[in-house]
């Protein structure tokens, strides 16, 4: 269960803002604090289901040296614990401890840039829950998937998925549902909300907390504790984007998770004409149908990639394409210990005990 004093906090969220605004020592923070982390004070009190999942992981096991913050900042955060009725230093209390020096941390590093803006920190423990995980993506930049505007990454993600099944709609003609329709694209491009992918078990976690570069450290806390417990669950998929987050990789054990490392979508333009590079290549590696190739596999169910920003309809005709598509790769791969060819340009490659598609553009 989630750890009390969260939900205590929730419904008195003036007790959080007074603990930071002590704790940083500043009468007039450009922020308040339950503003910064909204996602854990909302307006009616009551934290997100989704939410508490995170926060119940964050509870058993998440450490933070509470020597990163002066002894009278972590002193701010005791107190508050102890108004409660908490001690610190129980078992039962260390992880939520730690998490909330985390945060005051975080908040004192936010004041010291002059930040003043709502960037949806840590609004991806909403999209879905910790159990329901079954996608992960690492983004080194500071689109959040819920933002209602324009972010040239996201289209250029949302470019590849296009690429993608229009390839395999060309050279697999029975699976056209697959296909992402243009007005559904154009749509998904102009507000780059990624909700649909993130209700499905989709999660997209930045390798940066916010743009502001000096943050990295603090982001880079909670994204290393959230991969190794994402390791521990059965069966996952991981995409790293990005030179900045390949390290991260090895966190993830390769024989029992689908792991793949791509170039971050805002270099692909320049980076795609340099030689050796395929290992890397969005086009060539087929990210979107591997993942759902992989979640085959080990039996679980798709992704439906065209449902975007909004549920669409027939996405249940759309499952089944998948699965009739993979259980056909795996009638033809019954026989096989190598590299086969599918579709006439697809070509299905096994790696750490698990298939892959391959796509070769000569054909």
Not at 28 to 40: A, D, E, H, N, Y
Not at 205 to 213: C, D, G, H, P, S
Not at 286 to 296: C, G, T
Not at 323 to 330: A, D, E, M, Q, V
Request: charge should be positive; charged fraction near 25%; glycine fraction near 6%.
């Amino acid at each position: 269960m989630v750890h009390e004093i969260f939900k205590n906090l929730a419904r008195e969220p003036y007790l959080a803002d007074e603990c930071a605004r002590n704790a940083i020592q500043v009468k007039k923070p450009g922020l308040k604090f339950t503003k910064v982390f909204s996602v854990f004070y909302p307006s009616d009190g009551h934290v997100d289901s989704n939410v508490k999942s995170w926060l119940n992981l964050i509870s058993k096991t998440f450490h933070f040296d509470k020597k990163r913050l002066s002894g009278a900042s972590a002193w701010e955060v005791e107190k508050l614990f102890r108004r409660f009725g908490y001690t610190p230093t129980a078992p039962e209390n260390k992880g939520a401890f730690s998490f909330m020096l985390y945060l005051v941390w975080i908040y004192e590093k936010l004041e010291e840039s002059g930040y003043d803006r709502n960037d949806n920190i840590f609004k991806f423990m909403s999209g879905c829950s910790f159990e329901d995980v079954n996608v992960q993506k690492d983004i080194p930049s500071s689109g959040h998937a819920f933002h209602d505007s324009v972010c040239p990454s996201t289209t250029k993600i949302l470019d590849f998925l296009n690429y993608e099944t229009n390839k395999l709609c060309k050279h697999a003609q029975d699976y056209w549902q697959l296909k992402i329709f243009w007005k559904v694209l154009r749509g998904a491009k102009y507000n780059c909300n990624l909700f649909g992918w993130i209700e499905q078990g989709v999660l997209l976690l930045n390798a940066r907390l916010t743009v502001e570069k000096h943050m990295e450290e603090a982001w880079g806390l909670l994204t290393h504790f959230l991969i190794e417990r994402l390791n521990e669950k059965r069966h996952a998929a991981f995409i790293f984007l990005g030179r900045t987050v390949t390290d991260y990789a090895l966190l993830v054990d390769k024989n029992r998770h689908f792991v793949m490392n791509l170039y971050h979508p805002s270099t692909y333009t320049y980076a795609n004409h340099s030689v050796g590079n395929k290992d890397l290549d969005w086009k060539t590696n087929l990210p979107f149908i591997n993942v759902n190739y992989y979640l085959h596999q080990v039996g679980k169910k798709p992704i439906d990639w065209t449902s975007i920003g909004w549920k669409r309809s027939q996405r249940g005709t759309r499952m089944r394409d998948w699965t009739n598509l993979f259980n056909r790769l795996h009638e033809a791969a019954r026989w096989k210990t190598d590299t086969f060819q599918f579709a006439g340009c697809f070509y299905s490659v096994p790696a750490h005990g698990f298939w892959r598609l391959q796509f070769c553009p000569r054909n």
